[in-house]
């Protein structure tokens, strides 16, 4: 259920080995940061986006399946969460989780078929 949820979709524009560190990360209703670190690891691809003053001091860490588009030139990753929806998303702790499989499907979950009906 949730194996596309950590690829990048075919027409997001990702292309592999892009460094999308310093990009701004856009929700469907507002900014929400800027890319810290990425993956494009074929079937765990994803994003950890340092909030900045949005959620104070936190990281929150999309999957690669949530990115609709990526546009290299203004620097922007756009993904198709609301704000909200990744704020409630599972608490993420880089030191403990970005290797955590437990978490991994915890989150795949969670971003998975709930929002919007369909499998990434």
């Known amino acids: ?3 596309h949820t950590w690829s990048y979709t075919s027409t997001s524009g ?8 310093g990009y701004k990360v856009e ?8 890319v810290d670190k990425h993956s494009d690891e074929v079937g765990d691809a994803y994003l950890v986006v340092d909030t900045g003053v949005w959620i104070f001091g936190k990281e929150v860490l999309l999957p690669a399946g ?3 588009r990526i546009d290299p030139e203004d620097r922007k990753i756009f993904v198709d969460r609301t704000k909200e929806q990744i704020k409630d998303a599972p608490e993420f702790h880089r030191d403990k989780h970005l290797g955590d499989p437990g978490y991994r499907e ?13 499998p990434f």
């Open 1 to 3: 259920m949730t194996e």
């Open 14 to 21: 990702h292309l592999a080995g892009a460094d999308l560190t």
């Open 27 to 34: 929700a469907t209703d507002g900014s929400i940061g800027k």
């Open 66 to 68: 949530t990115v609709t």
């Open 106 to 118: 915890e989150l795949g979950i969670y971003y998975g078929l709930p929002f919007g009906g369909r």
